[in-house]
């Protein structure tokens, strides 16, 4: 199993709303990632997990908080956003260590829309 | 954290051609570099990587050059074809202390005409 489950796929909230992302692999890796995509933009690294630890906050506002409740599963808990948060929001997932061959492997992302 | 420059951001080839992009990265520690290709509306997709200690890998149609001492890494497609036409983006990745780190180019938008 190869897959990197994200969902919901798409999501529309208000700017008062709080909602949640949720992304979820078997691969047994101990890293996930939180990145964010613009339209016509690269992924842009948000937040990082090595062993259910926080390891990278890319200085991302606290309208945005993440939580890895095990090895798992990586939640993104939205409150408060912006329009401008309004993008593509990607999981991934990869060893901690590159020995061999490390792929980090991509959820489908979540289309978020913030009105 | 590290900087990984791309270019062009956009090429445009006719089938059958070769296409070449290039990144650069500032972290010497970056030690594995992937390849991601993008269609719209999907997810990256990894389609060819490369650790430090390999100077060049390549997998049919595809193939990626590393010049560590100039920091710097290439992916080459050749005989291209319309379905290649994508996004691409490079990305450099870097492990400190058990802790990673990805981060990606800003992306070539690759156009292959018929």
């Known amino acids: 199993d190869t897959e990197v489950t994200q969902t919901p796929k798409h999501l529309v909230m208000g700017m008062t709303n709080k909602k949640s992302l949720k992304c979820e692999q078997h691969m047994g890796h101990r890293a996930m990632y939180w990145y964010k995509q613009k339209a016509k933009k690269p992924p842009e690294l948000m937040f990082v997990?090595?062993?259910?630890?926080?390891?990278i906050n890319e200085s991302v506002p606290s309208r945005f908080s993440p939580e890895c409740p095990n090895s798992s599963l990586l939640n993104l808990h939205l409150h408060a956003l912006q329009p401008e948060d309004s993008a593509l929001y990607l999981c991934?997932?990869?060893?901690?260590?590159?020995?061999?061959?490390?792929?980090?492997?991509f959820g489908q992302g979540t289309r978020l829309t913030v009105v | 954290g590290e900087n990984v420059e791309q270019h062009p951001s956009t090429l445009s080839v006719q089938e059958g051609d070769s296409a070449v992009i290039k990144c650069t990265y500032s972290?010497?520690?970056?030690?594995?570099f992937p390849w991601y290709k993008q269609e719209l509306g999907k997810r990256p997709q990894l389609i060819i990587d490369i650790r430090s200690n390999v100077g060049e890998k390549k997998d049919q149609r595809i193939a990626v050059t590393l010049n560590k001492t100039a920091k710097h890494f290439s992916l080459h497609i050749t005989e291209t074809q319309p379905e290649d036409s994508a996004v691409y983006f490079c990305a450099a990745f870097i492990n400190v202390n058990n802790n990673n780190d990805m981060r990606f180019g800003a992306g070539t938008r690759l156009t292959v005409k018929p």
């Open positions: 997990y090595s062993y259910e630890k926080l390891s």
């Open positions: 972290d010497s520690a970056s030690n594995y």
């Open positions: 991934a997932s990869s060893q901690v260590k590159v020995t061999g061959r490390t792929e980090a492997f």
